[in-house]
């Protein structure tokens, strides 16, 4: 069965770069979640979309935002990236944004900042 | 806010049952997750419960849930090597799309 795509699965930046994480939900799936997950830490929910607008937010800082676009694959953007922004980057799709729905996550976008 | 507390390691012999345990403080937490994660990979979700059930079971695994305690459990019935990774815990409270609050995870040790 078609899963989450994420891409690029690694990703290297410098301190005060940009970077921009992609993400493909499985097909007919229209909500979109983003989640961080430091070192050894369990995941942080930063942000959510349904059917191209914002649902929820959570813990994103200020240099990050984010869109789902008409073919619902979004992208999450980090400005002036800090050595704390290291971590996996986890994309999630739900087929409804209901509540309750049951989240699928991709494997992850593993950022470096040096 | 919501807190989700879990026992960071559990060690086990392989053949025996494996029982993981969650306690959440959202009383309004209506949707409970198990995630399992191997290193370096992603979450892959196991199994859930909602709050008006008091047990799920899928093959060898077994959700317990005790609401008035706020207690979940997650058995793993003959526990096998491929079983090693952390497991999260994660509750879900609000409206459609909301994010989920996980738990830090434990790690399950599987010895010979």
């Known amino acids: ?114 | 806010g919501e807190d989700v507390e879990q026992s960071l390691f559990l060690s086990v012999r392989e053949g025996d049952s494996s029982v993981i345990n969650c306690t959440y403080t959202d009383s309004s937490s209506t949707y409970l997750y198990w995630y399992k994660q191997e290193p370096g990979a992603g979450l892959q979700l196991l199994t859930y419960i909602f709050s008006n059930m008091d047990m799920k079971q899928d093959q060898r695994l077994t959700v317990l849930l005790n609401k008035k305690d706020k207690h979940l459990s997650l058995r793993i019935a003959d526990t096998q090597t491929g079983d090693s990774a952390i497991y999260f815990c994660a509750e879900s409270s609000g409206g459609g799309a909301d994010g989920l609050t996980f738990g830090k995870g434990t790690h399950l040790i599987i010895q010979p």
């Open chain 1, 1 to 114: 069965a078609a899963g989450v795509i994420q891409s690029p699965r690694h990703l290297i930046k410098e301190k005060r770069e940009t970077a921009t994480l992609k993400c493909y939900p499985i097909p007919r799936h229209d909500t979109v979640y983003w989640y961080q997950q430091g070192p050894g830490q369990d995941p942080q929910f930063l942000i959510s979309f349904y059917e191209k607008m914002q649902s929820d937010k959570g813990s994103i800082p200020d240099r990050f935002s984010a869109q789902q676009f008409s073919d619902y694959h979004s992208e999450l953007n980090m400005s002036s990236l800090e050595l704390g922004d290291s971590a996996l980057y986890f994309c999630a799709s739900s087929p409804s944004g209901t509540r309750g729905d049951t989240q699928y996550f991709g494997p992850g976008t593993r950022l470096t900042v040096l």
